[in-house]
């Protein structure tokens, strides 16, 4: 388990070393160009990470204000852009309005099939059944499925 170790660590450090140093921005590499310390990173195995992590960048607390996107044109590197906060479907105001105008659209659209359909069965019933005479109304006939008077 010990020499694992032996060979583990200067490949964890040297992996890590290099992700670090690819991942710096141009103007935080201190002492050498960015090629130089790669080589440097990996052909020598255990002072080559270890000396870009104590002299090629900047560790003074610089890291915290980094952010992984870059800032564009006119903004400063280090100065985060404000995040647009995401807000639930049932929080938000234009979401519902929508959802109301939706509601009222599909009434409007039923009434109008209700409507047709009612048209329709006077105009199959024709004109001496479009009414009951005795004033009952159809009620659904459980065993056709269909209506059936009152009797």
Known sequence: MLRALFYAIPIVLAIFAIVDCVQTPD??????????????????????????????????????????????????????????????????PEFLSQLGRSNSEHDALLKQWERDLRRREDDQRGPDESAPKDGSTDEADPDTGGTAPRA
Do not use: C, H, K, Y
Not at 58 to 75: I, L, M, V
Not at 81 to 89: G, L
């Open 27 to 92: 103007g935080e590499v201190r002492g050498l160009p960015r090629f130089a310390w790669l080589v440097l990173i990996v052909f020598i195995p255990i002072a080559g990470p270890i000396a870009w992590l104590m002299v090629g960048t900047e560790r003074d607390g610089a890291e915290s204000q980094r952010t992984s996107w870059s800032a564009g044109p006119g903004n400063e590197p280090g100065l985060r852009r404000p995040v647009r906060r995401v807000i639930a479907p049932d929080d938000d």
